[in-house]
């Protein structure tokens, strides 16, 4: 009997007995101090304990005709709704090896009959005080999972705000769409997927938290483009010698803005560290001929490697004021041809496999002309 805020709580209890009279006995000995239902049967057993509010704590015979005390308990075990209560075999049998089914069937004592009245009462006492306590740490349990979860969700959602803001910076820049994010965010999860078993990278993409962190990494690819002059970074044509070393450098502005933002946490941040990669090494070719590094083959990172394959197909099929995009088969005929000098041969291979996969993409999050002459308009605006 629990009081809380001066309420008197009684706990239920299920007395299970195929005899009226020891129906009559316990029903008796335990109605002054807790709410008692009772059943005659197993089967009547379980109906009770599953209907409405369930017992607290079941008193259960062990020999009744049909179904007795054992199968009930097991079934009692079994479902979900009623494998926590506590059972308490109360019954005749008096063997050990009974006793030690009982306990194996899950039951948290074994009263033989005939009953004393003071050990009965003061086992169940003993045995709604454990529940009490198993159920507070139970809900203290489920409560400290659920806060977790919650503030897991919340700094999940401060990492993509906070890539999305600093990609969205970069896009107010560059002639680039926001749908030219998203393509290659899918572009990328998609390669990583196709490849995520090849003997090559499986060590790396090993599992899918790996390819969810590309996939939200992705976005900062050219973040360092904010620190390019517009005069550079928004020219149509082709850049003179001058002007492409300096377009080369936004590859390390991009790394370093990243680093710069840890350095003013004071930390840093594992989810940031593929960002990283990918902003400083995607114009790496596998020839050894792309900056700023001039890296080659393995050295490459492979997060680098699949955005390299990502960002050259979107740039080939993307419409922009100054020039119409590319169909899909020419991009992908220059995708193949780059296969051992500008791309990894092996990605190259899974591209192919997938490529409608990229057609897929590419026309899901196309380019209207409205967002083409829109971005147009801001970036002529921020100039």
Not at 30 to 40: E, G, H, Q, S, W
Not at 240 to 266: N, Q, V, W, Y
Not at 271 to 293: C, M, N, R, V
């Amino acid at each position: 009997m629990d009081t809380d805020s001066g309420i008197i709580y009684k706990s239920t209890i299920l007395v299970v007995d195929d005899t009226p009279d020891n129906l009559s006995l316990m029903s008796g000995l335990l109605k002054d101090f807790y709410k008692v239902k009772i059943a005659n049967n197993g089967e009547r057993a379980l109906k009770v304990a599953t209907t409405g509010t369930p017992p607290d704590i079941i008193l259960l015979d062990i020999m009744m005709p049909v179904m007795d005390g054992y199968e009930t308990c097991r079934h009692l075990k079994a479902a979900p709704e009623t494998k926590d209560i506590p059972v308490i075999f109360l019954t005749a049998k008096v063997e050990v090896e009974d006793e030690m089914r009982g306990f194996e069937l899950g039951a948290v004592d074994y009263i033989t009959k005939p009953i004393s009245p003071p050990v009965v009462m003061a086992r169940v006492k003993t045995h709604l005080e454990l529940k009490r306590v198993r159920d507070f740490l139970k809900n203290q349990n489920e409560f400290l999972e659920a806060e977790v979860q919650r503030r897991t969700q919340e700094v999940v959602a401060v990492q993509e705000v906070t890539i999305l803001a600093m990609a969205s910076l970069a896009e107010t820049r560059d002639n680039d769409t926001g749908n030219h994010i998203r393509r290659t965010q899918f572009y990328v999860k998609a390669l990583a997927e196709k490849l995520r078993h090849h003997p090559r990278f499986s060590n790396f993409l090993n599992d899918h938290k790996t390819i969810d962190l590309l996939f939200k990494s992705t976005p900062l690819h050219d973040i360092g483009k904010v620190g390019i002059p517009d005069n550079i970074l928004l020219k149509p044509g082709r850049f003179t010698p001058e002007e492409f070393e300096i377009m080369k450098t936004h590859c390390a502005l991009g790394r370093d803005s990243i680093i710069a933002a840890e350095r003013r946490l004071g930390l840093e941040l594992p989810f940031l560290t593929l960002a990283k990669e990918i902003a400083y090494s995607h114009q790496e070719k596998w020839d050894g001929t792309g900056y700023p590094e001039g890296l080659s083959g393995d050295d490459i990172p492979i997060s680098g490697r699949l955005m390299a394959v990502a960002d050259v197909y979107d740039a080939l099929i993307c419409r922009r004021v100054y020039k119409e995009g590319m169909p899909h088969e020419k991009a992908f005929r220059i995708i193949v041809e780059g296969k051992g000098s500008h791309f990894d041969p092996d990605m190259v291979d899974a591209f192919t496999e997938i490529a409608d996969e990229f057609n897929q993409i590419a026309k899901r999050y196309e380019d209207t002309e409205h967002d083409v002459l829109l971005k147009a308009k801001q970036v002529g605006a921020s100039t």
